[in-house]
């Protein structure tokens, strides 16, 4: 049975940097074919993903935030890390990890079949 | 970026009303079309992958068609535990993007 926790700060500041952390359970993030990706949902708004990483270490960043996203993979704990700089009030959101699973040449183009249960995340000063 | 459109934004339905969605993206994506079901304060749960695969679980009451740029996600005989916002993901290339959600609602 897989599942996938996030976890970090409810509340940050505008100009801070959030880190959240996803835990997957039941599946190692470096089995072929595995990629765990961040998507945010804005209160009563539609979902956008925000970032990707493969189980080689292969990453994907939507253009709109990549200057201010890091996705990084921790293989040692089985942990995907996300890290968003410059905080501001249009960021508060809840944040989900979400898995994609594949073989290695159709993980790219799988969906996102197991998801996390979301952190909300709140920016204010 | 491909943009995904879906239709209605919103409808309401009866308990036995069958539900159509539409998606439709803003280019070419072949039949890389993805279907989710949100519930209120819940994560989202896949139902129909590359535009008709049923995900394992699923009632088969759920069912989902079309290629290139369109797309329908059809629901047959609607039950209580079907109302709910439904959203397409076109996974064809990055940045992965998501239609805007249709909420289905009680009449």
């Known amino acids: 049975h897989i599942t996938l926790k996030e976890s970090g700060p409810t509340l940050v500041k505008p100009t801070q940097t959030l880190t959240l952390t996803c835990t997957l359970s039941?599946?190692?993030?470096?089995?072929?074919?595995?990629?765990v990706a961040w998507i945010r949902q804005p209160p009563g708004k539609a979902l956008e993903w925000l970032a990707l990483?493969?189980?080689?270490?292969?990453?994907r960043y939507n253009p709109s935030l990549k200057t201010r996203l890091t996705i990084t993979m921790d293989t040692s704990k089985n942990q995907v890390v996300l890290i968003v700089t410059n905080m501001d009030p249009v960021d508060t959101a809840t944040y989900y990890c979400?898995?994609?699973?594949?073989?290695?040449?159709?993980?790219?183009?799988?969906?996102?079949?197991?998801w996390g249960q979301g952190t909300p995340v709140s920016v204010s000063s | 970026d491909i943009q995904l459109t879906q239709s209605p934004s919103s409808l309401s339905a009866s308990v036995g009303d069958r539900v159509t969605i539409t998606c439709r993206a803003s280019?070419?994506?072949?039949?890389?079309l993805n279907w989710y079901q949100q519930k209120p304060g819940k994560a989202p749960q896949l139902l129909v992958y590359?535009?008709?695969s049923l995900q394992s679980g699923v009632p088969s009451r759920f069912s989902g068609s079309g290629f290139d740029t369109d797309f329908t996600l059809t629901i047959n005989s609607l039950q209580p535990e079907d109302f709910a916002t439904y959203y397409c993901?076109?996974?064809?290339?990055?940045?992965?993007?998501f239609g805007g959600g249709t909420k289905v609602e009680i009449q």
């Open positions: 280019q070419y994506i072949s039949s890389y």
């Open positions: 993901q076109q996974s064809y290339s990055p940045p992965l993007t």
């Open positions: 979400a898995l994609r699973r594949g073989s290695s040449s159709d993980v790219g183009t799988s969906p996102f079949g197991d």
């Open positions: 590359t535009a008709s």
């Open positions: 990483v493969y189980w080689d270490d292969d990453k």
């Open positions: 039941g599946l190692s993030v470096s089995t072929s074919g595995v990629g």
